[in-house]
């Protein structure tokens, strides 16, 4: 159910409107807009049904929400949302580009590719230091040792560093060393994990389950908002369907069906998207042109010898090639790089 309060009303009128929530045993969320107060109500609907909340003073109307999902949906909050990562803003008029290695395989060559990206006009850098393969024996990452490398890169490059978590055992560890925890496609449905993170403030990468609807997906955010971290960056990455060319079905239409739907930046990964790095820049300029909020893309200053997804990672010189021609698409929708 979601309560909209009338323009003017007044600040004791909300509170009133609040704890006449709270008394019903339900749980209220407040979306502070511009023109007005939303509120969402998490809880059994049918107690609400029975309550005349519409005659309380400040109150416009009670509409039920139709969809499955509340707090990600624009009905609860009509303006997109924007996080702001350490003066980094994402879901605004700027896109935000997000580079770096598939893995931080050591100190050395993540500071190389955090400058390089850097330098070509990233404004945060990603590498995973907690790798989920296919296979037990590929390599697994360097857990702490790769945060404390990223951490050492964000230093040293002001970037503000994106990596995954995989395990509610290490959230205090990947909170402490990042800027943004990653929840990567296999995990989108591991709820436990989804509360875990809900209940930090830290911004949150969400990327989209390799068999997953979009309703799944933004069901799969709720997770996280219900528990009151709002910081929420939708990751479309591909999805699984019959085409082999590609490692996956980059599927760039979810970007105006979640704008529509929800309030959320929108991030494109046209690396893990396509599997293969000749096919990243056409998917990249397609998702700018399409609205993306933002791109999350592979860099990696050798790929040959990269220790995982080398075949779809960019050389730096290709990334930087990539963001000039992205500069003139943004321009193109009004939008800036
Ligand atoms: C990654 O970003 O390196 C990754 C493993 O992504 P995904 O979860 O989308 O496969
Ligand atoms: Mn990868």
């Given at each position: 159910?979601?309560?909209?309060?009338?323009?003017?009303?007044?600040?004791?009128?909300?509170?009133?409107?609040?704890?006449?929530?709270?008394?019903?045993?339900?749980?209220?969320?407040?979306?502070?807009?511009?023109?007005?107060?939303?509120?969402?109500?998490?809880?059994?609907?049918?107690?609400?049904?029975?309550?005349?909340?519409?005659?309380?003073?400040?109150?416009?109307?009670?509409?039920?929400?139709?969809?499955?999902?509340?707090?990600?949906?624009?009905?609860?909050?009509?303006?997109?949302?924007?996080?702001d990562i350490h003066g980094v803003?994402?879901?605004?008029?700027?896109?935000?580009?997000?580079?770096?290695?598939?893995?931080?395989?050591?100190?050395?060559?993540?500071?190389?590719?955090?400058?390089?990206?850097?330098?070509?006009?990233?404004?945060?850098?990603?590498?995973?230091?907690?790798?989920?393969?296919?296979?037990?024996?590929?390599?697994?990452?360097?857990?702490?040792?790769?945060?404390?490398?990223?951490?050492?890169?964000?230093?040293?490059?002001?970037?503000?560093?994106?990596?995954?978590?995989?395990?509610?055992?290490?959230?205090?560890?990947?909170?402490?060393?990042?800027?943004?925890?990653?929840?990567?496609?296999?995990?989108?449905?591991?709820?436990?994990?989804?509360?875990?993170?809900?209940?930090?403030?830290?911004?949150?990468?969400?990327?989209?389950?390799?068999?997953?609807?979009?309703?799944?997906?933004?069901?799969?955010?709720?997770?996280?908002?219900?528990?009151?971290?709002?910081?929420?960056?939708?990751?479309?990455?591909?999805?699984?369907?019959?085409?082999?060319?590609?490692?996956?079905?980059?599927?760039?239409?979810?970007?105006?069906?979640?704008?529509?739907?929800?309030?959320?930046?929108?991030?494109?990964?046209?690396?893990?998207?396509?599997?293969?790095?000749?096919?990243?820049?056409?998917?990249?300029?397609?998702?700018?042109?399409?609205?993306?909020?933002?791109?999350?893309?592979?860099?990696?200053?050798?790929?040959?010898?990269?220790?995982?997804?080398?075949?779809?990672?960019?050389?730096?010189?290709t990334f930087a090639a990539l963001?000039?021609?992205?500069?003139?698409?943004?321009?193109?929708?009004?939008?800036?790089?």
């Amino acid at each position: 159910m979601i309560i909209v309060l009338k323009p003017k009303a007044t600040k004791k009128q909300v509170d009133h409107v609040l704890a006449r929530i709270k008394e019903l045993g339900l749980k209220p969320m407040v979306s502070k807009g511009t023109e007005r107060t939303i509120i969402g109500v998490i809880g059994p609907e049918d107690t609400l049904r029975a309550q005349p909340l519409e005659v309380l003073p400040g109150v416009e109307k009670v509409m039920p929400v139709l969809k499955p999902f509340r707090l990600v949906s624009r009905e609860f909050k009509p303006e997109p949302t924007v996080i702001d990562i350490h003066g980094v803003k994402v879901g605004g008029r700027r896109i935000a580009v997000i580079a770096g290695p598939c893995s931080v395989e050591n100190e050395v060559m993540l500071l190389d590719t955090a400058r390089q990206v850097k330098r070509g006009g990233a404004l945060l850098l990603r590498g995973g230091a907690y790798k989920p393969r296919t296979s037990p024996y590929s390599f697994q990452g360097l857990r702490e040792t790769g945060l404390r490398h990223l951490h050492e890169a964000s230093e040293r490059t002001g970037l503000p560093v994106v990596t995954e978590l995989v395990d509610t055992r290490d959230v205090e560890a990947v909170a402490r060393y990042a800027d943004v925890i990653q929840i990567g496609a296999r995990n989108m449905q591991n709820f436990e994990l989804l509360k875990e993170v809900g209940q930090t403030q830290k911004p949150v990468l969400l990327k989209r389950g390799l068999s997953s609807t979009i309703t799944e997906f933004l069901l799969a955010a709720e997770y996280i908002l219900s528990q009151g971290n709002f910081n929420v960056m939708l990751c479309e990455r591909g999805i699984r369907t019959f085409e082999t060319h590609t490692r996956f079905t980059l599927d760039l239409s979810a970007i105006p069906v979640i704008k529509k739907l929800s309030h959320l930046p929108v991030i494109i990964d046209p690396s893990h998207g396509t599997g293969l790095w000749e096919y990243v820049p056409a998917m990249a300029k397609a998702a700018v042109a399409a609205g993306a909020d933002g791109l999350i893309i592979e860099v990696h200053p050798n790929p040959e010898a990269a220790m995982s997804d080398g075949p779809q990672s960019l050389l730096p010189k290709t990334f930087a090639a990539l963001m000039h021609d992205l500069k003139k698409v943004a321009l193109a929708v009004g939008r800036t790089i």
